[in-house]
């Protein structure tokens, strides 16, 4: 996608229809019904209020940030909403932190199996927050939203929402009844490798070793918007 | 409060409006054989070892080689005779007791041209036994279509309907009048040379809707509106049905009819071929472009020579119009209160310390967030994005201004196009 034409000081709104939502449409069965919205701000980098302050760094984001056209792919269109948080005075936002079995490696992101032995792997996605004794009300997510390359793995005793064109499975998981020091929610699902051919690492298998598919999973916080991606690194001989 | 705020059903609205597109066709689209794809569905036998005739029902015209993937058809032409019109009683031997007319084999595809008109009658007037007249629903016996020139507007083109008073079609009048010796008298030009190959190069006329759009005529096949022409708009030489985008003209009036023509035509012969207006040494003139023309020769015959030589072939403009397309369109008001969205998630908002950038260290207790809104998504209920909206620049977000983004979705046919080559 190319960018928008920000020449004019008209703002101008370039709107498409996603795939999922031509698909919902094709359906006619009332499917297609816009319930809500939600704001993005996916090209804009807020280091440039740090280096620049409040005054000049604003400008320089409304002046110097070209945006993307919009994309049809769910996906990918709007990786970062805003927040409607009552509280006006927060300081902090809390984040995602990954844990799990031996297989999880959360200092990296990353989550290790194999097709053969370790097909499963149990992930923990916990809100933490620096420097704060605890998380507002407001931004305790109560849902997490998951997606996962279908093509690869699934979530075990759990039904997806809905697979996309590109097969991605996005599964809509509710919070562990249990909660950390600072309030923050969690949620806890087991990854498993689905079968896989040697023609698919063939395919998908990475460039420096093609016994090894590289896939993402992302996981969102509902409520406090907060995003986590996983690199799932599939081995072919575990 | 969350990342999602829903959407009440008093700020989805729905309008409709109107979208023009101007049209421009090339005269050498039109003339340009590489540019009009035939099909050749009707054939005949041969007569000895003569290998009959083949021909279209009619040409698509498209703005390139139409071998070309990015080829777009533009319009269908052909042409079709009134069965109770001069041209056909004239050449008719009788009726089988079928009710099939029956034609001398001199003829050729006079039951094509016939059903080709009645078609078009049956879709535009609402009965195949109907002629058209121009104008419109006139009783004089002159004023009705006996050999007729359809044009149909693919709707890639003609969109959901062709706006009144902008259809122009610049048209040649008389076929080329260039023999081999033009210091030869005049009779000898037309005939043996081939005027039916050659481009027109005088007599042009332009055939216009003028008047149309402040007399709104309308009849079974939508509305209509009354082909004149531009020299002389009192006379009326053929209509355009607008709703379904086909313009029916005249050949006896937008044509030299009683012209002389000469030049070889597909025919039921051992060759399969004969010549229109006899050999080149003979001093009595045969041929008329109607009606012997148009009874003797194939439709492709007919279409080729039209299409070939009457509308030039330099790159000046053939026909022109502007479309119409309708569009439905649903307004949703996303309205961000000044309490809303002041946050975000993208991972720039926060340092490594979780802490908010846009606040000054020190001044936590003046500052409060802002953020900056560059995409609008639109969900359902189960959290899928349906649509999604790309300002072209950022817009501040702050607990001191509210915001209010209009997000148009349109349904029709998205594909914007402009015709130029």
């Known amino acids: 996608m190319g960018f928008l034409d920000h020449s004019s000081n008209n703002i101008i709104l370039d709107a498409v229809l996603t795939d999922v939502g031509r698909q919902f449409l094709a359906r006619n069965d009332g499917s297609f019904s816009i319930h809500k919205f939600a704001l ?44 409607s948080v009552s509280n006006p005075n927060l300081l902090r936002l809390p984040t995602l932190t990954l844990s799990g079995d031996a297989n999880v490696d959360g200092l990296n992101n990353t989550v290790t199996l194999g097709r053969n032995q370790t097909k499963t792997s149990t992930i923990t996605v916990e809100q933490t927050i620096k420097n704060e004794t605890t998380i507002d009300v407001e931004l305790r997510d109560q849902t ?6 279908n093509l690869f793995v699934q979530i075990l005793r759990q039904t997806p929402d809905n697979i996309d064109g590109q097969q991605r499975a996005t599964y809509i998981l509710t919070r562990s009844a249990s909660e950390n020091s600072f309030g923050g929610s969690n949620v806890q699902f087991t990854i498993s490798v689905k079968s896989l051919t040697d023609s698919l690492f063939t395919v998908y298998g990475t460039t420096a070793n093609k016994a090894k598919i590289k896939a993402f999973v992302k996981i969102t916080g509902v409520q406090s918007g907060a995003v986590k991606d996983i690199a799932v690194i599939i081995d072919k001989n575990l | 409060m969350a990342i999602f705020k829903e959407v009440s059903t008093s700020d989805i609205k729905t309008t409709r409006s109107f979208l023009s597109q101007l049209i421009d066709v090339l ?7 590489v ?26 015209i498209f703005d390139q080689d139409f071998t070309l993937q990015t080829a777009n058809p533009i319009f269908d032409m052909t042409v079709g005779l009134f069965s109770g019109g001069a041209t056909v009683l004239s050449s008719q031997t009788g009726t089988d007791a079928a009710g099939k007319e029956l034609f001398p084999s001199s003829s050729l595809m006079m039951r094509e041209k016939i059903d080709n008109y009645r078609q078009f009658a049956s879709a535009l007037l609402g009965d195949s036994t109907l002629s058209f007249s121009s104008a419109l629903d006139s009783s004089d016996t002159a004023d009705k279509m006996d050999v007729a020139l359809f ?21 040649y009048q008389s076929a080329s009048i260039i023999g081999p010796n033009p210091s030869a008298p005049a009779e000898t030009w037309y005939r043996g040379v081939g005027n039916l190959d050659s481009t027109s190069v005088s007599g042009s006329a332009i055939y216009t809707d003028i008047g149309a759009a402040t007399n709104k005529l309308s009849t079974f ?22 709703d379904r985008g086909i313009l029916v003209l005249d050949l006896t009036k937008i044509t030299s009819s009683s012209q002389y023509m000469s030049g070889n035509i597909d025919a039921m012969t051992s060759t399969g071929r004969t010549t229109l207006g006899g050999a080149r040494t003979e001093t009595v003139f045969k041929s008329k472009l109607i009606p012997d ?4 020769a194939s439709i492709d015959n007919i279409v080729d020579h039209i299409a070939a030589t009457r509308f030039q072939s330099g790159s000046q403009t053939a026909i022109t119009f502007q479309n119409t397309t309708n569009i439905n369109s649903t307004l949703i008001f996303c309205r961000a209160a000044a309490d809303e969205f002041n946050y975000s998630a993208n991972p720039t908002f926060i340092d490594s310390d979780d802490r908010i950038v846009v606040i000054d260290v020190g001044q936590e207790d003046t500052q409060q967030s802002f953020t900056f809104v560059t995409s609008v998504g639109m969900y359902d209920a189960n959290d899928n994005l349906l649509a999604v909206a790309k300002l072209s620049r950022p817009v501040e977000k702050s607990p001191e201004r509210d915001l209010t983004l209009r997000v148009r979705l349109d349904f029709a046919k998205k594909r914007s196009f402009r015709y130029t080559k």
């Open chain 2, 27 to 33: 005269q050498e689209d039109v003339s340009a054989s």
């Open chain 2, 35 to 60: 540019s009009r794809r035939k099909y050749q569905v009707f054939v005949t036998g041969g007569i000895g070892l003569g290998p009959g005739v083949t021909s279209s029902l009619f040409q698509t």
């Open chain 2, 151 to 171: 044009i149909a507007f693919k709707r890639l083109f003609a969109r959901d309907s062709i706006k009144r008073e902008t259809m122009a079609i610049k048209f």
């Open chain 2, 221 to 242: 096949g939508g509305q209509v509106g009354n082909i004149v022409d531009s020299a002389n708009t009192s006379r009326n030489v053929g209509l355009m049905f607008y």
């Open chain 1, 144 to 149: 997490f939203v998951v997606e996962v390359p």
């Open chain 1, 40 to 83: 993005g701000d996916d090209e804009v980098n807020y280091g440039i209020i740090s280096k620049y302050g409040r005054t000049v760094g604003r400008e320089k984001i409304e002046k110097n940030t070209p945006i993307f056209e919009a994309l049809t792919n769910q996906q990918h269109s709007q990786k970062y909403k805003l927040i």
């Open chain 2, 293 to 296: 023309f148009l009874v003797s």
